[in-house]
């Protein structure tokens, strides 16, 4: 049995991830909101939203704010 800690999963906790989120959860508010009050133009609008919010976590994450990326810096809970 060794002492080796498991590896951290990495479950998105990063810059890349937490900025397409947001992004992409005010796209969905939005196209919800368009939809309700039958916007047709503000729910294809909010899915544009949605797929910038995509695009700009995939682009943050190749300049290195993944979770794997050299920008980014875990931080550790409960030590």
């Known amino acids: ?12 906790h990063s810059p890349a991830a937490w900025t397409a989120v ?3 959860l005010i796209g969905f508010a939005a196209g919800t909101l368009f ?3 039958d916007k047709p133009w503000g729910v294809w609008a909010s899915a544009a939203v949605v797929l910038i919010g995509l695009i700009v976590g995939a682009v943050m994450k190749k300049a290195g704010y993944g979770v794997d ?5 875990p931080k550790h809970h409960g030590e």
């Open 69 to 73: 990326g050299p920008k980014f810096v």
């Open 35 to 37: 939809f309700w009050f």
């Open 22 to 24: 947001v992004i992409m």
């Open 1 to 12: 049995m060794s002492n080796t800690e498991p590896a951290e999963l990495g479950e998105g």
